[in-house]
């Protein structure tokens, strides 16, 4: 499986993170009932720690949106 965080699908889309969460809410009978999850608690914990620390307040502590294929 390929995923891809709801950030950096926005980031490629050139839109706000939230712009994208709400078109695909708003749009969800367009979409395969496996397109988004959430991570868990856990999973984005794991996730923030293997990644490069960002600057101060450039994340916050919502659980992040994936993007399956």
């Known amino acids: 499986m390929k995923v891809m965080l709801d950030r950096d699908l926005a980031e490629l889309y050139e839109i706000e993170n939230r712009i994208l969460k709400q078109a695909v809410r708003r749009n969800i009978h367009r979409f395969p009932p496996d397109f988004m999850?959430?991570?868990t608690q856990e999973e984005n914990f794991s996730l923030r720690s293997q990644n490069v620390i960002l600057k101060r307040g450039?994340?916050?502590?919502?659980n992040l949106q994936v993007d399956g294929d």
């Open 37 to 39: 999850f959430e991570l």
């Open 58 to 62: 450039q994340h916050s502590n919502i």
